[in-house]
């Protein structure tokens, strides 16, 4: 039983690594070009491994800051509409 779940773990690992290759666009493959890659992980265990390893390129695992879009501000929070706005109530605009 243990030899089935072995057989199971490694050709689903085979198949995800297949499927990476095939996924993954041609300008992050490295060394080699892509249908190289393809054939080396055809060869099963060690070809994935060697994708994995130095195929693809390399994601970080802890993501790195985020450049995020400045938060809109609000009116209070922009010192030209509280100028217009104190001259407005001055002028009677208002």
């Known amino acids: 039983m243990i030899y089935v779940l072995v057989t199971l773990l490694l050709v689903g ?10 996924r993954t666009d041609a300008s992050e493959v490295q060394h080699l070009p892509k249908g190289a890659w393809f ?4 060869v099963p265990l060690v070809g994935s491994v060697l994708w994995l390893l130095e195929g693809r390129a390399r994601r970080s695992a802890v993501p790195g800051p985020r450049v995020a879009a400045p938060a ?10 509280l100028r217009d ?3 407005r109530l001055r002028d009677g605009d208002g």
């Open 13 to 22: 690992f085979w198949v995800f690594c297949i499927l990476d290759v095939l």
């Open 39 to 42: 054939a080396i992980v055809l």
């Open 72 to 81: 809109p501000k609000g009116p209070e929070d922009d010192p030209a509409f």
């Open 85 to 87: 706005l104190e001259r």
